[in-house]
């Protein structure tokens, strides 16, 4: 039996993505978000223009996507109530939120400098995506979302996931797992949902 009904926003998650970009200091910020999807050699990014993160995005045209397997969700966990704004935003603060210079200590995340921006990488993430911002563009206005596309220009794997023997990325040998986090509870203007959907547990790709 189906029901019509009116959600206030549509929100399905995708993997998690640790994202990470410079603030305006040279420090590092260190954000997760779900709302991420891929065509090609680029990202999709869909975003709220209060976060740290886009105000980095737009300034310094870069960042790092670095997408953990699913034994590193407590890690992640601890990132949950964090953000790199100070003064945290209102709306932030309501539900918990406090400002963290030091995310990459916090979660206890390594950073590891990248080949060709000026962001880390998190070393503990099998998959550390490169990339830089190419278009930027408004979503439902009046609202402070944003979608941001990104290019990526440089992918590294942790070789432990590699496929031999294919010409191509292989994507098929990706898994699925739902992993607990509470950053699926958090009260702001998303639904509450109590698990993270879709934590890799493996990728692989093509070892060149």
Request: charged letters at 20%.
């Amino acid at each position: 039996m189906h029901r019509v009904v009116e959600p206030k926003i549509l929100y399905f998650g995708t993997p998690v993505v640790l994202i990470s970009t410079l603030n305006e200091d040279n420090s590092v910020n260190l954000a997760p978000m779900s709302s991420a999807w891929w065509l090609n050699q680029s990202c999709m990014l869909g975003m709220s223009s209060s976060s740290q993160t886009v105000t980095n995005l737009l300034r310094e045209r870069e960042c790092v996507l670095n997408l953990p397997s699913s034994d590193l969700a407590h890690a992640v966990d601890r990132l949950a109530l964090l953000t790199g704004r100070n003064p945290v935003p209102e709306r932030k603060a309501n539900v918990g939120y406090r400002f963290e210079p030091d995310k990459f200590g916090m979660a206890k995340f390594t950073p590891q400098v990248s080949d060709l921006i000026r962001p880390p990488r998190v070393a503990e993430c099998p998959v550390q995506l490169e990339a830089v911002v190419e278009q930027v563009h408004h979503f439902e206005l009046p609202s402070s979302l944003k979608t941001i596309e990104v290019k990526i220009i440089r992918v590294h794997v942790d070789e432990q996931i590699l496929m031999t023997g294919e010409k191509n990325y292989n994507w098929g040998a990706i898994e699925h797992p739902t992993c607990s986090s509470s950053i699926g509870e958090i009260n702001m203007w998303l639904p509450r949902y109590k698990k993270i959907p879709n934590c890799f547990k493996q990728i692989g790709v093509h070892k060149k």
